[in-house]
Nanobody, 123 residues
Framework: QVQLVESGGGLVQAGGSLRLSCAAS????????MGWFRQAPGKEREFVAAVTWSGNTIYYTDSVRGRFTISRDNAKNTVSLQMNSLKPEDTAVYYC????????????????WGQGTQVTVSS
């Protein structure tokens, strides 16, 4: 059974930092694109960041570039998101995702999803 399990969410003040982690199990994801989406209350789910299988190609949505850093460890089947300089508008449920296709991933059609972890940034 394939599972993606997120951890590391919580409540933080604006300007603070959090680190999200996603542990994948049930198969090897070393050849997959992995990354993060988020969904704020009343809004559609949006792409946040992605990293290709080699770790050499990384994508960020404009609103987080320079503040968030994505990384992966293929040996451990994990992907992480270091979030710095957090803003209230970063408040959302953050989802880990994985797919063999970059197109599928960035269009929100990943084959695998985690259950989500809440990130709340207070002003």
């Amino acid at each position: 059974q394939v599972q993606l399990v997120e951890s590391g969410g919580g409540l933080v003040q604006a300007g603070g930092s959090l680190r999200l982690s996603c542990a994948a199990s049930g198969r090897t994801f070393s050849s997959y694109v992995m990354g993060w989406f988020r969904q704020a209350p009343g809004k559609e789910r949006e792409f946040v960041a992605a990293v290709t299988w080699s770790g050499n190609t990384i994508y960020y949505t404009d609103s987080v570039r320079g503040r968030f850093t994505i990384s992966r460890d293929n040996a451990k089947n994990t992907v992480s998101l270091q979030m710095n300089s957090l803003k209230p508008e970063d408040t959302a449920v953050y989802y880990c995702a994985a797919d063999g296709s970059l197109v599928a991933f960035t269009t929100g059609q990943s084959a695998y999803w985690g259950q989500g972890t809440q990130v709340t940034v207070s002003s």
